[in-house]
Structure formats: C-alpha cells, structure tokens
T-cell receptor, first 112, second 115 residues
Framework: QQQVKQSPQSLIVQKGGISIINCAYE??????FPWYQQFPGKGPALLIA?????SEKKEGRFTISFNKSAKQFSLHIMDSQPGDSATYFC???????????FGSGTRLLVRP | ETGVTQTPRHLVMGMTNKKSLKCEQH?????MYWYKQSAKKPLELMFV???????ENNSVPSRFSPECPNSSHLFLHLHTLQPEDSALYLC??????????????FGNGTRLTVT
C-alpha cells in the first residue's frame, strides 16, 4: 500500500512533442503528490506538485493531471525540449509525514 | 555556499573499512534526510532528522549509523559494508515535513563503491 507505481521506465520524444509520465498509488491517506526532476550527476529537484483538491496544475510547459477516484496522476511536458532530457520521479506523501514515497523513475530523452 | 553540500563526491572503500559521509545545508531548514539511490530501488529513504532528533528509521542495517550534531550538519557513518551497499547516497533538507508541501532540497550525492 506504500508503493507508487510509475510508467514508462523510459521515454523517447521528438523535440516539440508531448511527454507523458504516469503514476498510480494505493494509499488513500496520501494527499501530496510532487514530481522531481534529476539531471545526471545532480540530485533530484522539485519540479511541480499537486494536492488532491484540484484535478490539474500547470506551471509553464509542465502540467500535473490528477484523478482521485482512479488514484492516478500524470506529468505532461508540452513542447518538449532537449534540455528536458532527465529522469523524472513521481512521489506521494501524507500531510503529517516526513516520508516521501518515490516511484521508480522515468528516463526521458528528447531528440532534437 | 548555498544549498546542500555533500562530501566526498566519490568514495571507494573495502568491506572492512570505516568511513563517513558528510552533508551540510545552508538553507536554515529544520529537517535533514539520507536517501539511497540504486538501480534496484531508485530513491529509498534511510533516515530523517527533525531539529536534530531522529524521526524516521527505515529498517536500515546497523552498518549504517547516522549522526546529526546540529540542524545544519548530517553524517552517515559506514562500517563493514557489503558490495550491495554500493549506490549513490543523497542528502536532502526541508523546512518542514515533506508531506506538508515543504520541498526537499537534495545535494548532488556521494557515489559509494564497496569493493
């Protein structure tokens, strides 16, 4: 019940295309869902996050879509750029918790 | 310096050695974390300290021993490690609980190889 399942494991997209990464969770006590971006040789960094009281959150080219009934959320990267090539992790946590449960990661490659 | 700094960046140690990883945060945060990143389990929480008190201990073997002498520094003491402990060890900090929406700020990690 503590798992967050992430797919796909890897993704190749042409420049200008849309990248979509999906995550699913089981624990209904989770109420905070961030996405982290990690470049090679660097630690992960927060990209965007959502709480289940909204179904969508957009920041620039990055959008989180959230489906509470299905217990799924996804990251959409519009107009993908080569500079977006990185590993993306979804995560989930309960409001009172220090513990972020991370998905297994998606390695994104955006081809020029 | 700003952010979260980890030293050393790379460490090679034998199974009988004792070594320590160091983390320092310059963000004024109250919580500090150790995560293990490997191919098998990409981001696995090991320990959490809040205001120098350990608040999470994620069933980590005793060959890993954390120390948090103050809110800016975190150490991970290593002894008699196994080859399967080879991984990237990431330190992070946050102002408040991660679940409250307080972002984790990660260092760039220490790449550990156990021979």
């Amino acid at each position: 019940q503590q798992q967050v399942k992430q797919s796909p494991q890897s993704l190749i997209v042409q420049k200008g295309g849309i990248s979509i990464i999906n995550c699913a969770y089981e624990n209904t006590a989770f109420d905070y869902f961030p996405w982290y971006q990690q470049f090679p040789g660097k630690g992960p960094a927060l990209l965007i996050a959502i709480r289940p009281d909204v179904s969508e959150k957009k920041e620039g080219r990055f959008t989180i879509s959230f489906n509470k009934s299905a217990k799924q959320f996804s990251l959409h990267i519009m107009d993908s750029q080569p500079g977006d090539s990185a590993t993306y992790f979804c995560a989930a946590s309960g409001r009172s918790s220090y513990k972020l449960i991370f998905g297994s990661g998606t390695r994104l490659l955006v081809r020029p | 310096e700003t952010g979260v700094t980890q030293t050393p960046r790379h460490l090679v140690m034998g199974m009988t050695n004792k070594k320590s990883l160091k983390c320092e945060q310059h963000l004024g945060h109250n919580a500090m974390y150790w995560y293990k990143q490997s191919a098998k389990k990409p981001l696995e929480l090991m320990f959490v300290y809040s205001l120098e008190e350990r608040v999470e201990n994620n069933s980590v073997p005793s060959r890993f021993s954390p120390e948090c002498p103050n809110s800016s520094h975190l150490f991970l003491h290593l002894h008699t490690l196994q080859p399967e402990d080879s991984a990237l060890y990431l330190c992070a900090s946050s102002q408040d609980r991660g679940g409250s929406g307080s972002p984790l700020h990660f260092g760039n990690g220490t790449r550990l190889t156990v021979t």
